[in-house]
């Protein structure tokens, strides 16, 4: 994972929030509530209004602080990609696009690979032998087969 911090200086923190979150997959439960459609700069704003943190945002995994000048990459990367923070804003700097081509792509193919992983276990169920839990998807697959899909419906399309 990466550990060197992301400068942010001098960008408008919308358009990063946006970036980023076009940039990120759905996983897990989070599939329950993801949206496929890209984030623009005016619905960032917004969202900032409110908070500078982000775990999930519409189903997509985010795990970002956008409080200051720099972005620790760690738990984003982590669920969408070594160095992906650092591609994003290197990609939003080069092309002051919040959703250009690469980063949506990475979106898609991260958010595919997350929905076939889902879909293999998303029947399991939640164990639980002391002093581990293992979380299955079992009590919510209900939910996430619809989603899950038409994710995959949607991706088979664009193959």
């Known amino acids: 994972m990466s550990e060197q911090m992301v400068s942010i200086k001098g960008f408008d923190k919308a358009k990063v929030l946006a970036a980023l979150y ?56 982590r669920d969408n990609g070594d160095g992906a923070v650092a591609e994003i804003v290197a990609a939003l700097r080069h ?31 939640t164990h639980s032998t002391v002093p581990i839990v293992k979380l299955g998807l079992g009590d919510l697959a209900h939910l996430i087969k619809p989603k899950i899909k038409e994710v995959l419906d949607e991706t088979d399309e664009d193959a």
């Not at 700069?41 to 519409?58: I, N, P, S």
Request: glycine residues 10%; charged residues 35%.
């Open 22 to 77: 076009n940039g990120a997959r759905a996983q897990g439960a989070g599939f329950i509530h993801y949206d496929p459609t890209p984030m623009g700069e005016e619905e960032a704003r917004e969202l900032l209004q409110g908070a500078t943190y982000f775990d999930y945002l519409k189903g997509r995994v985010m795990k970002v602080d956008l409080s200051g000048d720099e972005i620790d990459p760690w738990g984003y990367d």
């Open 95 to 125: 092309t002051d696009d919040v959703n250009p081509e690469e980063v949506e792509l990475r979106h898609k193919e991260g958010t595919r690979d997350a929905a076939i992983y889902v879909e293999e276990h998303v029947d399991d169920m």
